[in-house]
């Protein structure tokens, strides 16, 4: 399973772009990289996923450099409300022909908007 | 589509106490999954289910059982409730584990107090 580091906590004010790296130095050849974000009180919610070189949504953007052992959530212009944790996911492990496997979540990163 | 949903949103119990969690999906899909979520912490893995009839153990199975008769339910089972099980509980589902790009949705979770 492909082990994810990422800061535990970032600071931004409005209207400022966030940058959150994510290390996964184990990642497989078949692994996506998704990150969710969750606001307190609530369950996680798909933010974005890539594969490689870079993904853009209404949302966010996702950076993969060529050796995909990272990747990096960029949020562009941070509102109050973009204030969540952020989890970084790669991956999962799955068996021969079965359909098993374990979605692991890290502690996620604490990103407040300050304005 | 209700997409997930979790009964009960609140729950207290006293210590040897047991209960079932409920978590149901309509959007017919394979996967479904318990984390706990604890003050500070990310998410961690319970137990999973890859289709009906199918479960399997994640980070922190102890203490907690799970079934999966059907494709919509997935009960947890908490056999003799312990305070250290103080916690927020989420249920997710997602269409299958195949490939790392399936998007997870989660229930609105269950607080729940061990006393």
């Known amino acids: 399973l492909a082990k994810t580091t990422q800061p535990i906590s970032m600071d931004s004010y409005e209207g400022q772009e966030v940058n959150i790296t994510c290390s996964h130095n184990n990642i497989a050849t078949n692994d996506y990289i998704t990150w969710y974000q969750q606001f307190p009180s609530q369950g996680p919610r798909f933010i974005i996923q890539?594969?490689?070189t870079k993904v853009t949504n209404e949302v966010a953007s996702l950076f993969i450099p060529a050796d995909r052992k990272s990747s990096t959530l960029s949020l562009p212009r941070v509102s109050l409300s973009d204030t969540a944790v952020y989890y970084c996911?790669?991956?999962?492990?799955?068996?021969?022909?079965?359909?098993?496997?374990?979605?692991?979540f890290g502690q996620g990163t604490t990103l407040q908007v300050k304005p | 589509n209700a997409g997930v949903t979790q009964t009960p949103k609140f729950q207290v119990l006293k210590t040897g106490q047991s209960m079932t969690l409920q978590c149901a999906q309509d959007m017919n899909h394979e996967y479904m999954s318990w984390y706990r979520q604890d003050p500070g912490m990310g998410l961690r893995l319970i137990h999973y289910s890859v289709g009906a009839g199918i479960t399997d153990q994640g980070e922190v199975p102890n203490g907690y059982n799970v079934s999966r008769s059907t494709t919509e339910d997935f009960p947890l089972r908490l056999l003799s409730a312990a305070p250290s099980q103080t916690s927020v509980y989420f249920c997710?589902?997602?269409?299958?584990?195949?490939?790392?790009?399936?998007?997870?949705?989660f229930g609105p979770g269950t607080r729940l107090t061990v006393l």
């Open positions: 890539g594969y490689k």
């Open positions: 997710a589902s997602s269409w299958g584990v195949r490939q790392s790009t399936d998007t997870q949705y």
């Open positions: 996911l790669v991956g999962f492990r799955s068996h021969g022909s079965s359909n098993t496997g374990k979605l692991i």
